[in-house]
Nanobody, 126 residues
Framework: QLQLVESGGGLVQPGGSLRLSCTTS????????IGWFRQAPGKEREGVSC????????FYEDSVKGRFTISRDNAKNTVYLQMNSLKPEDTAIYYC???????????????????WGQGTQVTVSS
């Protein structure tokens, strides 16, 4: 059974850092594109970042460019989201999602992903 489990969320002060992990099981990570999404209270879910299966291309939402870095370790079946210089507006539940056949132009469209984790809370506050 294909599963994704997020971890690494928590409470951090503005300017701080967190590293989220998306640990997968039940499938070969190499063949899947992984996206990170977030949803803040009262807001729609938005795509944060993505790393593709074939060539490891990465994509970022404009507000996180230069602050967040996505990476994958296929041997550990894990995808990471390193988040630096965190801001209060980054506060949200963060989800990872997997899709085997994804047009990279649609990387930030949540409905294009078939498999989702349960989410991890990130709170940026002083």
């Amino acid at each position: 059974q294909l599963q994704l489990v997020e971890s690494g969320g928590g409470l951090v002060q503005p300017g701080g850092s967190l590293r989220l992990s998306c640990t997968t099981s039940g499938f070969t990570l190499d063949y899947y594109t992984i996206g990170w999404f977030r949803q803040a209270p009262g807001k729609e879910r938005e795509g944060v970042s993505c790393i593709t299966s074939i060539d490891g291309s990465t994509f970022y939402e404009d507000s996180v460019k230069g602050r967040f870095t996505i990476s994958r370790d296929n041997a550990k079946n894990t995808v990471y989201l390193q988040m630096n210089s965190l801001k209060p507006e980054d506060t949200a539940i963060y989800y990872c999602a997997a899709e085997r056949s994804l047009n990279r132009h649609n990387w930030n469209i949540g409905t294009m992903y078939d498999f989702w984790g349960q989410g991890t809370q990130v709170t940026v506050s002083s």
